[in-house]
């Protein structure tokens, strides 16, 4: 224990992983227990068809004839070996019917973060760098705008500007055929990848731009410009490490809320990913279905706020040296 | 309706909170800034229309009045008329109440319960501060738009079950904001001094520790403010919204969107008062914040 | 207008058959006993298998290209299954793998342009089914009357669930017998003459022995194979090579997408990216025709209704649900809801049988009287909620219509938005929404309007009383030989069902489809599926 505590940065990560276990630990019984609160699946499958005798037979099914301890234990044991269930509605494994969407939501994911993360940093970084400047001050503003609109305003937006009304260039909607994946039709991407560039760009640029604003004022980089190092050389190695810090926590709180918040962009660009599977799921109370996207969100947040504990760690030398 | 909603308690451990601001002066500082100005002046020509909206309103909101999608003209009015030849500027006008009052109430609700677990927290200092963190962390690790998606889809679109579902996603992000803020004050020596002379916790807690920061909870509020507007909008944009054919912007949005192409005004009226709504809220909140940096820095100077 | 969050479709196994699968009576049929289904059809005597009747519009048919349809209402309850629909977007599957013994045409006339060389009446319980010679299922095996049997024997077993069951319940489906290796023999329990409708419902496609719906392969007789399916989301079918019918079908694969909305569809529909929508919104059929594409109108007697239950309150007192029916302005509903594209209707249904009686009085709004009925039955100033769903294209808008025109007469209606509508709630509401396909008056009743219906929301008829004879009524017309006389008794049920029932029908609103230019040979159609039968199973439409 007394490792744990002093232990430096292995220590540290550790005690982070044992944190994020957990959240997750409460994270299962919270979705367990709500789901639990929604009435009895055995009867809301049958429906009018039910027969007592079919009731019983479904429940001893779905375990629900053990104790509640009980059917946690094998609802999260079979999470623990990757069994997540039989969707209610399709009839089939939950891991099947999830698989590629899951698939297509990460690359859109993925995308917007590899567009909106180094656009971000350079926008933020820049506007530090041109305080109070042109730049500055129309980037700022701008960023506040966009941040502000809700996104599926800005999906909305988009599809106008771009696809239906005013211009006619991008298509309007990105179904996506079996089999086919999201890179193999990279222009239905691009009005969905915007949004949620805009939708999360804005942030991460303006936590950017603050946090180098501090570094940049502060005594090391100063003492590194006194000891005659080239401005270049300063930003770089002394400023942008520092200053990137607290940005990976934003980056971090950003992809998970992206994991989460892709259901209106899924909605709007009739995008097959997890957002549409969550909505059908929801509207057919097909509670694995439900259960398994909720745990693999939550999932989603706490590894990603790992991630970014560690990286913040890792990268910010005055905190490197605290620990 | 981002997340970095979290940005200011990200910094948990990391940098510093924003310091103990009284909030009038804080609030008349801010003003003196264009963007606060701005904001307040989107957010007062919008609140004035919600709430006047409906007595000046030329018809009720579902009278039929011409030929579904009609341009703006004659029988149609001002905005023309909407997928249902109902008036679109009389539902723009009752559209903005239903949607600043579930704000306001789920924003208050969560904020009321936000700071004070956020205070009860920070005073405690032990596993009390533990438990409600990890609860906190807890109920964080669901998106807003997610779970309010998943009660209403389940429990039905009712106004209360929404403004439960946005206050009980609001709370834990002020919460951390409010710990995060408070725990300085805690550190500082005069908590320690009240407290030997036997002031009851309470009373620190409401009489100390919550003066010191009305700062960073006003940034947070109208931040919070920002996103429990966005997604009351995009639940009713999805189909989810107490009164199926309510005047409601979101509501309005998803109606007649379909029809931009010939009558834009269904929609991009509701568009427009969202956009400037959440832009005015979200300039204040950045008025405020900024200002509050500015005293900091000021008194660093010091 | 559907909305995200919101069923697109009804949630019940059984019930999408019976709202779609239209089943007009036409009663020459059966006539007296004995008469040749075959030769009572008009002119299509025994075709063989060779060359469609179906007349093509304009052009000469063009082989070739990918046909995308985009379908609403679809979800990860999508099921593919030649005899079974749960959603929409199954429907247009369906109908491209499978066919049936007896097809519709576009008039809602039964012809025997299926599979079955003839179905004849032997007696009025007792009907011999038989098979063109030559038809091969996708697989290369040869339709039988094993097949035939096999088909009628899954449908009618009740356990499995399928949504043909309750159209079954006059069939003897133990007693079916193969009389030879093309011939059927279908014995009735109880006379029956709706039977050869029955079997040319779309439901009713023929599967060979030993079928097993998807995941399992699947062979229909029909002109497309599937090739993949992702419930929910997509399926793609390959031209079935070889297909009974020459030169049919045109296409090289048939696509059909599941879309959320119908906004994402028009949008999808506009910039190319599908050839065809099913359910256009009739507010956008004038967008459409500006973006230069085309829509389908069809008139059609589907409907959607205001359900009042007549043992429930307010509605027991016959003089509320009267004043209900008073308070609505059926051509504002028209113009408002659909956009001027459909008929109005006098609280009756299966406007195109011929049985329809149309010498009673158009029902129109009278407020004063609806008031002063409400006020006799001592309900002024009455509320009531009216539950309704995204289920069907309009039934939110009348129901929010209906609160609207309702206000005049004091009556204060609560509208409820219900995702979960067709859940366990459904049939046991006071007030709701509902919505039906096309079908004859007698089919209508029997799955609506009777104490046995699967889907009777209205309640009716009343166990006392005036109406209390309508079941028996029923029989009679079910067993009624001469067409005069059941003619006769229909219009007596529905002077009942005019004078005292519980639903109230506003208009029969036409069925909509959008379409791009390039899509040929597409004619309206009185059926009950979109887009002609979806193309007659995409076998009557090309691209250009």
Redo the contacts between chains.
């Keep these: 224990m007394a490792w744990l505590r002093h232990g430096g940065i292995a220590a540290f990560i550790v005690r982070r992983l044992l944190l994020g276990v957990f959240v997750l630990f409460l994270v299962s019984v919270l979705v367990f227990v709500a789901t639990q609160a929604l009435g009895d699946p055995a009867r809301a499958i049958l429906g009018r068809n039910a027969t007592p005798a079919s009731l019983a037979a479904l429940r001893k099914h779905l375990h629900l004839d053990q104790s509640l301890i009980g059917q946690y234990v094998t609802w999260a044991g079979g999470f623990l070996h990757g069994d997540f269930g039989t969707s209610l509605a399709a009839q089939e494994p939950v891991s099947k019917l999830l698989g590629s969407r899951v698939v297509n939501s990460a690359v859109l994911v993925l995308f917007a973060s590899i567009v909106s993360i180094p656009l971000s940093i350079a926008i933020g970084s820049w506007a530090a760098l041109r305080r109070e400047k042109t730049f500055d001050t129309v980037s700022s503003n701008l960023m506040l705008v966009l941040a502000s609109l809700p996104e599926f305003v800005v999906a909305v937006l988009l599809v106008i500007l771009f696809a239906t009304t005013v211009l006619h260039v991008l298509p309007a909607i990105s179904p996506l055929s079996i089999g086919q994946r999201p890179w193999q039709v990279p222009k239905e991407l691009i009005l969905p990848v915007a949004t949620l560039v805009i939708a999360v760009a804005p942030y991460v640029a303006r936590i950017m731009r603050a946090s180098m604003v501090e570094v940049l004022e502060s005594d090391y980089v100063e003492m590194a410009r006194l000891k005659g190092l080239p401005e270049r050389t300063v930003l770089v190695r002394h400023a942008l490490p520092n200053a990137i810090g607290p940005v990976f926590q934003v980056i971090a709180i950003n992809l998970a809320y992206l994991a989460g918040g892709i259901v209106l962009v899924e909605f709007v660009f009739n995008y097959s990913g997890i957002g549409s599977a969550l909505q059908d799921a929801v509207v057919n109370h097909d509670l694995p279905v439900v259960q398994a996207l909720a745990m693999l969100i939550a999932g989603v947040y706490v590894v990603l706020n790992l991630l970014a504990d560690v990286a913040t760690i890792l990268v910010t030398p005055r905190l490197r040296t605290r620990l | 309706m981002t997340a970095t909603e979290e940005a200011p308690a990200q910094a948990e451990g990391l940098g510093t909170p924003t310091p103990p601001v009284r909030s009038t002066m804080l609030l008349a500082r801010a003003m003196r800034l264009w963007r606060t100005r701005i904001g307040a002046l989107l957010v007062l020509i919008l609140v004035v229309i919600a709430i006047v909206g409906p007595y000046v309103a030329p018809h009720s909101p579902t009278d039929f009045v011409a030929v579904p999608n009609s341009p703006p003209g004659g029988k149609a009015g001002l905005l023309g008329s909407d997928y249902l030849g109902q008036d679109v500027l009389s539902r723009f006008l009752y559209g903005g109440r239903g949607i600043l009052v579930m704000a306001f109430v789920s924003t208050a609700i969560g904020l009321i319960f936000g700071v004070g677990i956020g205070l009860v927290a920070a005073y405690a200092r032990n596993a009390l501060d533990d438990v409600l963190m990890r609860a906190m962390d807890v109920i964080m690790a669901f998106p807003q738009i997610m779970l309010a998606l998943v009660a209403v889809s389940l429990l039905g679109a009712h106004a209360w079950l929404i403004i439960v579902a946005i206050a009980l996603t609001t709370a834990p992000r002020v919460a951390r904001v409010a710990r995060g803020a408070a725990q300085p004050v805690v550190e500082r020596d005069f908590v320690e001094a009240t407290e030997s002379m036997g002031v009851s916790r309470i009373r620190i807690i409401t009489g100390e520790l919550f003066p010191n920061i009305l700062g960073p909870m006003m940034v947070e509020a109208s931040l919070r403010l920002t996103y429990s507007i966005g997604v009351i909008a995009a639940l009713a944009f999805l189909g989810l919204s107490p009164d199926p054919n309510g005047a409601n912007w979101g509501t309005m949005i998803q109606q007649n969107e379909i029809a931009l192409s010939t009558q834009p005004w269904g929609a991009l009226a509701p568009i427009i008062a969202i956009a400037l709504l959440t832009m005015g809220t979200g300039l204040i909140g950045d008025g405020i914040a900024r200002t509050a940096a500015g005293i900091d820095r000021e008194r660093g100077d010091e | 207008?559907?909305?995200?969050?919101?069923?697109?479709h009804p949630?019940?196994?059984?019930r999408p058959e019976r709202l779609f699968s239209g089943v007009t009576r036409r009663q020459f049929i059966i006539g007296a006993a004995g008469v040749a289904l075959a030769g009572g059809l008009g002119g299509c005597g025994s075709s063989s298998p060779s060359t469609s009747n179906t007349p093509t519009s304009t052009g000469t048919p063009k082989r070739g290209g990918n046909f995308r349809l985009g379908v609403t209402g679809g979800?990860?309850?999508?099921i593919f299954d030649g005899q079974n629909i749960i959603t929409k977007p199954d429907q247009a599957r369906l109908v491209s793998a499978f066919e049936t013994l007896l097809t519709f045409d576009d008039n809602y006339q039964l012809t025997n342009d299926g599979l079955a060389e003839s179905v004849t009446a032997d007696t009025p319980t007792q009907y011999t089914i038989k098979l063109h010679k030559g038809i091969e299922f996708q697989n290369g095996k040869t339709l039988t009357a094993d097949d035939v049997i096999y088909s009628l024997q899954r449908i009618g077993t009740q356990k499995n669930?399928l949504t043909g069951f309750a159209a079954t319940a006059s069939m003897d489906i133990a007693g079916l017998k193969k009389l030879d290796q093309y011939t059927v023999r279908l014995p009735l329990k109880t006379a029956d003459s709706t039977v050869p409708q029955t079997l040319a419902s779309y439901t009713f496609g023929i599967v060979p022995v030993g079928y097993k719906a998807y995941?399992a392969p699947q062979f229909g007789t029909g002109a497309y194979k599937l090739k993949?399916?992702?419930?929910?989301?997509?399926?793609?079918s390959e031209r079935n090579p070889n297909y009974w019918r020459t030169g049919e079908p045109y296409f090289d694969t048939v696509?059909i997408?599941d879309?959320?909305?119908?906004?994402?569809q028009?949008?999808?529909l506009?910039?190319g990216?599908i050839d065809a929508m099913t359910d256009l919104?009739?507010?956008?059929v004038?967008?459409v025709k500006?973006?230069q594409m085309n829509a389908l109108i069809s008139k059609t007697g589907g409907w959607v209704p205001l359900c009042m239950a007549i043992d429930m309150p307010p509605f027991t007192d016959n003089r509320v649900r009267q004043a209900m029916r008073l308070i609505v302005d059926r051509n504002?509903m028209i113009?408002?809801?659909a956009?001027g594209y459909g008929f109005v209707a006098n609280d009756l249904y299966s406007p195109f049988d011929e049985g329809y009686d149309h010498a009673l009085p158009q029902r129109t709004q009278d407020i004063a009287q609806a008031k002063s009925l409400l006020k006799s039955a001592g309900q002024e100033g009455l509320t009531v909620d009216l539950h309704?769903t995204?289920g069907a294209s309009g039934m939110?808008?009348l129901?929010?219509?209906f609160?609207?025109q309702a206000k005049a007469a004091g009556v204060t209606v609560n509208?409820?938005?219900?995702?979960?509508y067709y859940?366990?709630a459904y049939l046991h509401l006071a007030f709701s929404v509902d919505f039906w396909g096309t079908r004859g008056y007698l089919n209508q009743v029997q799955q609506g309007s009777l104490p046995t219906s699967p889907y009777n929301e209205t309640h009716w008829p009343p166990k006392s009383g005036t109406g209390s004879n309508f079941a028996s009524l029923y029989s009679q017309a079910l067993a009624a030989t001469d067409a005069s006389k059941r003619i006769e008794l229909e219009h007596e049920m529905q002077k009942l069902e005019y004078d005292e029932g519980g639903y109230i029908i506003p208009f029969f609103g036409d069925l909509i489809d959008g379409y791009s230019p390039k899509v040929q040979g597409l004619k309206p159609s009185k059926g009950t599926l979109n887009l002609e039968g979806f193309g007659h199973g995409y076998r009557s439409i090309w691209l250009a």
């Design positions: 207008m559907t909305a995200f969050g919101t069923p697109q949630q019940d196994n059984e979800g990860s309850k999508d669930g995941p993949s399916f992702s419930p929910g989301q997509e399926s793609i696509t997408t879309f959320a909305d119908a906004t994402a028009v949008n999808a506009l910039g990216q919104p009739p507010s956008q004038q967008v500006s973006h504002a113009g408002q809801i956009s309704t995204n939110v808008e129901a929010t219509v609160a609207s509208v409820k938005n219900d995702p979960n859940g366990s």
